[in-house]
């Protein structure tokens, strides 16, 4: 019989300093209830500010608090000390993905394509445009928007805090040339997109000799400057009001309406608004890989390299002869030209547009899915797009929690509360974003994947 | 001139708001080196706690006597955004020190998205109001066109925030605490080594920070009375400017910078329009990060190799 195994003694589990724990954690926690939820404000009927205790949330707050942390220290006294590991998947995993890369890229692209085709099979002709239109091109702008940040974050290393900005350029440029002077999609498109990339460089020109959180705060800066000039300049952009009725873009010419001259009548197929979100929905597709396609094979071109270098050591690059002014200009306006693609894509989509839509929280929404899936990694910057968007999107398909919290619970009320959560808690867990790992484009002899703490930000 | 005079008066109300907010993001860029996004949403959710603290004490005590219950009103709202900035530092930013330069950055944007959101899904997206008070005022200048005014709320601000700002220079330069903190600035490895315990530094670093940005949340609830989940974000970005102005990591930087953007917006909107003096204020930040970076009191970067 063997004998009975006994456990080492620094594994055993210390119940009180769990507890003296736990119970700190939760009166902190309920500190922090004190003001700003045990007492609701609300305006009574007459106007007037009234308070409505709400213990019970407290209540339910310090309790969530209290056993989180408790089971949180015996979790760590069980691992013994430092830090402990948190793993979704086993080890590895991202190394055979990134062997595989090519392979996985096809099956990823596989699906993009079909996608449309999926979503019908599976959830019918009524059923499917919610789920191309919502999750389908929405991910993809966000995909998109990303791989053009990730140029100037990722790959150059520019903060940028002001994207939306160049989004905001690309949408109005599309909005007024097309109500005013009747161009177009495929004449305004690639014309948006040099608008854009001109402001990025306008923008970007002054802003050459800052460096990391200064670069940021002035791009924000400049976002807001320009979404406050949308807003105040009403004769040009009308206001806080916006455009509306923007034309929507057209099968080559011909316009996806019921018309007898519509492309469902051209192809002898019947009306549904169907086919404008697919077509629109590979419009997107092709944008957004073109975007990667272009971030890829600029990679290996000298001006790629130089981008990467300059954000590894900006002196080296100057000792070596890089011009650098040039090449943060080439990555301003590159990463803006994309942004403004996707504007004007935007505006078609939507057929309205107001100031509303490029917030600074847009920006900030972009910049954290290229952080969050790793700079310079396009993998991660599309699974932190599907993962951030879809997965609020998917909030809105929960109705089913109503009926466990009363009909009054909202959880599209959460979307932003949780997005700005889970920030906080992914770079806790992985603060070089979810793809960790790089694949240098310059080697000697060997190719290896690197951690990303060997190189300052992206790609290296 | 009766004009300019009452608007001066306004600029500098304005100002101390401001310059209140940035010294938080001063202390905290100079102590760690990053820009503390989420110090705007504390100082909105400052506002809050104060709000609800005012209503507290007026349906307890009555309405009676308006100064005591606004230096109660003080002191609960800098406890308790004390204890917020506290946790946050500890949960959001103390993981994060020593990983990559971006790390808190982007934390600390989760972090004020998720403090305006959580406000809001806590006490509703309307505006908040409370009902005016401390509204009677002095005549400075008696005109027949124009007589410069200076309201109670006005005094009793510039007059607040004068008297902690003392207290807290105070605090910065003659006690071991603020020792401790110009030592972590200077060098927080070898601040550790001559055991300066860093991490508690910081923290009372957040925590004054947050105490001063609920002044200033007070402040601007007593001034405007109204207050909305989204208010976090201006103020912070312009109080981030002052910050800038004033030289970042200089603390009468970040009060003189404070009068400056406040003067800055308040004649700005007096004299040429008022739809664009957001626009001033973050023109001013631009044009003084790119011409001059190390603002007017701050040290020049010196570029290490």
């Given amino acids: 019989m063997a004998p009975v195994k006994q456990l080492p003694a620094a594994r055993q589990v210390d119940m009180m300093t769990a507890l003296k724990e736990a119970a700190f954690a939760a009166l902190v926690t309920f500190g922090l209830c004190i003001p700003i939820i045990a007492w609701g404000t609300r305006q009574n009927l007459d106007n007037v500010l009234v308070l409505d205790p709400r213990w019970d949330a407290v209540a339910w707050a310090v309790a969530i608090i209290f056993v989180g942390r408790f089971l949180m220290a015996l979790r760590q006294q069980k691992r013994g000390e430092g830090k402990s590991m948190v793993r979704l998947l086993p080890h590895g995993t991202i190394g055979f993905f990134q062997r595989h890369s090519r392979l996985f890229s096809l099956a990823g692209l596989g699906f993009l394509v079909t996608f449309p085709i999926i979503a019908i ?211 301003f306006s590159l990463g803006a030209m994309f942004g403004g693609f996707a504007g004007s894509f935007f505006a078609a989509r939507q057929g309205f547009i107001s100031p509303e839509s490029f917030v600074f929280m847009e920006s900030a929404i972009i910049l954290a899915i290229v952080v969050l899936g790793g700079m310079g990694s396009l993998w991660g910057v599309a699974i932190a797009a599907s993962a951030m968007i879809g997965g609020t999107e998917l909030l809105r398909e929960l109705e089913w929690l109503k009926q466990i919290f009363g009909p009054d619970f909202d959880p599209t009320k959460y979307r932003m509360l949780i997005f700005g959560f889970a920030m906080v808690v992914i770079m806790i867990w992985k603060p070089r974003g979810l793809i960790s790992t790089r694949e240098p484009t310059a080697f000697l002899k060997e190719k290896k994947a690197i951690s990303a703490d060997m190189v300052q930000e992206g790609h290296g | 001139m009766e004009v300019f005079l009452q608007q001066l008066i306004n600029g500098l109300t304005l100002g101390s708001i401001y310059g209140l907010i940035a010294i938080g993001y001063t202390m905290v860029f100079g102590i760690i080196g990053m820009v503390n996004f989420a110090h705007g949403d504390v100082f909105m959710l400052s506002a809050f706690i104060a709000l609800i603290f005012f209503m507290l004490i007026a349906s307890w005590f009555g309405a009676g006597l308006i100064v005591v219950a606004l230096i109660f009103v003080l002191v609960l709202a800098m406890f308790f955004t004390s204890l917020w900035n506290w946790t946050i530092e500890r949960v959001a930013y103390r993981p994060l020190r020593g990983s990559f330069r971006l790390a808190p950055l982007i934390s600390a944007i989760g972090m004020s998205i ?78 550790g080594l001559l055991g300066i315990d860093v991490d508690r530094t910081i923290s009372i670093t957040f925590v004054m920070g947050a105490a001063l940005a609920a002044v200033a949340g007070v402040m601007y609830l007593v001034l405007y009375g109204v207050v909305n989940f989204a208010d976090g974000f201006t103020p912070g970005v312009k109080a981030f400017t002052a910050a800038v102005l004033g030289g970042i990591g200089s603390l009468p930087g970040a009060v003189i910078g404070g009068l400056l953007i406040g003067l800055i917006e308040v004649f700005w909107s007096a004299y040429f329009t008022i739809d664009y003096k957001d626009v001033a204020a973050f023109c001013i930040l631009a044009v003084v990060l790119v011409f001059m970076p190390s603002g007017i009191l701050g040290r020049p970067e010196v570029e290490k190799v």
């Avoid at chain 1, 590979?282 to 390299?305: D, E, K, N, S």
Wanted: charged share 15%; proline share 3%; hydrophobic share 50%.
């Fill in chain 2, 114 to 191: 998720f403090l305006t959101n959580f406000v809001q899904v806590v006490q509703g997206p309307r505006n908040k109001s409370i009902p005016p008070m401390l509204n009677k005022s002095i005549t400075l200048i008696e005109s027949t066109t124009y007589s410069v005014q200076i309201s109670y709320k006005q005094i009793v601000i510039i007059l607040t925030t004068a008297i902690l700002l003392a207290a807290f220079w105070f605090i910065v330069q003659k006690t071991s605490l603020g020792r401790a903190q110009r030592a972590c600035e200077q060098d927080r490895k070898m601040a």
């Fill in chain 1, 121 to 331: 099979t599976l959830a019918g002709w009524g059923g499917a445009l919610k789920w191309i239109d919502n999750f389908g091109v929405q991910i993809l702008i966000y995909v998109m928007l990303g791989w053009g940040l990730n140029i100037v974050v990722g790959l150059a290393g520019l903060l940028d805090l002001g994207y939306v900005a160049f989004y905001a350029v690309g949408a109005y440029s599309y909005a007024l040339l097309a109500k005013n002077f009747g161009l177009s999609f495929w004449i305004l498109l690639p014309m948006s997109g040099i608008l854009a990339a001109f402001w990025g460089m306008l923008l970007g020109f002054p802003v050459l000799r800052l460096r990391g959180d200064y670069l940021a705060i002035v791009t924000l800066a400049f976002g807001e400057i320009i979404r406050l000039i949308l807003i105040n300049w009403v004769d040009f952009s009308n206001g806080y009001a916006g455009i509306s009725g923007i034309p929507r873009p057209t099968f080559f010419g011909i316009p996806f309406t019921a018309a007898d001259n519509g492309f469902a009548a051209v192809f002898g197929l019947e009306f549904s608004p169907l086919y404008r979100t697919i077509f629109l929905y590979y419009v997107i597709l092709g944008l957004a890989l073109l975007t990667a396609f272009v971030t890829l094979r600029l990679r290996r071109l000298p001006v790629g390299r130089a981008w990467e270098a300059l954000r590894e050591d900006e002196i080296a690059c100057r000792s070596l002869g890089i011009n650098t002014t040039n090449t943060k200009l080439t990555a």
